[in-house]
């Protein structure tokens, strides 16, 4: 009689692994519907003021999706109006899922977190970090790396590697001069051939000396096709997307896909207005192409190829709140989702951030970090570089995204407010 009455408590948890995310009043979820109207007065009011053209927001909580709405316009010049299921240039948030592939090849015993890179990728093999650095004609001295590169240090961004194009003026100039990007925009390049240069260069630090937000996930996307014999293209269709029913995350979009591509928006230096981004651009020396996500591409960025909905993006998060699983179907265990989701890089500063730390392809919001938000600790989240951002919180069981496609923008502000307003929200 005990387990039969242990069995029926469990049941509510075990069936929200098994379904699918449904749409619910605010209510049911113990969500004020008039403060949640709020978001509303927030988008529409950066729309007026010209700093977004458009923008879709969806809040889920519990399972059940309480919000989700597009603003504006997609297409300022057509006035084609944003839709809830338009795609976006996800960029950055390709890190979390590149991040999950890697932990499915580390829990069939592919690897160990803290081998060392070079073990798989030769490349990597005695790693030496920059000394010195002449602007003038990009030389520059090495020493010796402490220790070689590991796995986890990919995962948590303190391997010592920057970032191609858009990091700090001295490794945009090293990588620029070495023929290596960092992967999107462009067009017929393979991951192999540019983590295999990537591999040769200087590190800015010692591994594990500090959080440097850098290619490491590219890195790690690149192991992930080492270790499985596939494309990681490939390999997220096959355990990732297709498991889970994510039908509009892509590298590189179907033909039947790409008229639901948001334009991708530029915000003037000067007047702060909007336009619409060239098709080619340059950035720090390399041509960068705002369309794509519609070519038919061999290059498959792990640190920013993907494009993606809200909704797509949002079943990939609620699989992690489940620890693991949606819908019946199991990605990863729920021990693989706890290590990811804590805090791995100790006392390190996150760049300009104090108080929160970097689990294994998230930032994690610490009890220090909680104290200065309305966001608990223990939520994990990121973004990406055209206005991007995401996140899943286990305590207050929400799932929140917010996306425009504008870059460079300096109106930021709107997704941290949105992050206060699904919180002021909540309703029990």
Not at 130 to 142: G, V, Y
Not at 178 to 207: E, S, T, Y
Not at 382 to 397: I, L, R, S, V
């Amino acid at each position: 009689m005990k387990q039969v009455l242990f069995t029926l408590l469990l049941l509510p948890a075990l069936c929200s692994h098994a379904q699918q995310l449904t749409t619910a009043q605010p209510e049911a979820a113990n969500m004020s519907a008039a403060r949640l109207a709020r978001i509303d007065s927030l988008v529409n009011s950066y729309i007026r003021k010209g700093y977004v053209n458009g923008a879709t927001a969806m809040v889920i909580r519990n399972g059940k999706i309480v919000y989700n709405k597009a603003f504006g316009y997609s297409d300022l010049e057509k006035k084609i109006p944003e839709k809830t299921d338009n795609i976006f240039r996800i960029a950055s948030q390709t890190k979390a899922i590149t991040s999950v592939a890697a932990m499915i090849l580390y829990e069939e015993g592919k690897f160990q977190l803290d081998d060392p890179v070079s073990k798989y990728i030769p490349e990597f093999a005695n790693p030496q970090v920059i000394k010195s650095f002449n602007p003038q004609d990009t030389t520059f001295t090495t020493a010796p790396a402490t220790r070689e590169i590991t796995i986890r240090d990919l995962f948590t961004h303190t391997s010592g590697i920057g970032y191609a194009q858009i990091g700090g003026s001295m490794e945009t100039a090293m990588y620029a001069k070495a023929g290596v990007i960092a992967g999107i925009g462009v067009k017929d390049l393979l991951l192999a051939d540019k983590m295999k240069i990537l591999g040769k260069l200087p590190l800015l630090h010692n591994p594990g000396e500090k959080w440097t937000y850098g290619m490491g996930v590219d890195v790690l996307g690149y192991l992930v096709e080492v270790l499985s014999g596939q494309s990681l293209d490939q390999f997220m269709h096959e355990r990732i997307f297709r498991p889970l029913g994510m039908k509009d995350t892509w590298f590189y979009l179907p033909a039947d896909k790409q008229a639901r591509l948001v334009p991708l928006y530029s915000e003037d230096k000067k007047a702060h207005q909007l336009y619409r981004t060239p098709n080619s651009i340059m950035l720090h020396g390399t041509e960068l192409y705002a369309d794509y996500p519609k070519f038919k591409g061999t290059y498959y960025s792990g640190g920013g190829g993907l494009s993606s909905t809200t909704y797509d993006y949002a079943i990939f998060l609620q699989m992690m709140l489940n620890g693991g699983s949606y819908n019946g179907v199991r990605i990863l265990s729920r021990n693989s989702v706890r290590i990811m989701t804590m805090n791995q890089t100790g006392d390190l500063a996150l760049g300009s951030d104090k108080y929160n730390n970097f689990g294994l392809g998230f930032k994690i919001t610490s009890e220090a970090g909680s104290a200065i938000s309305l966001m608990p600790a223990g939520a994990f989240q990121w973004g990406g570089m055209f206005a991007t951002t995401y996140w899943a919180d286990p305590k207050e069981k929400i799932v929140a995204l917010i996306y425009t496609n504008v870059w460079p923008t300096t109106h930021g502000s709107m997704n941290e407010t949105f992050k206060n307003l699904v919180y002021q929200a909540i309703n029990d």
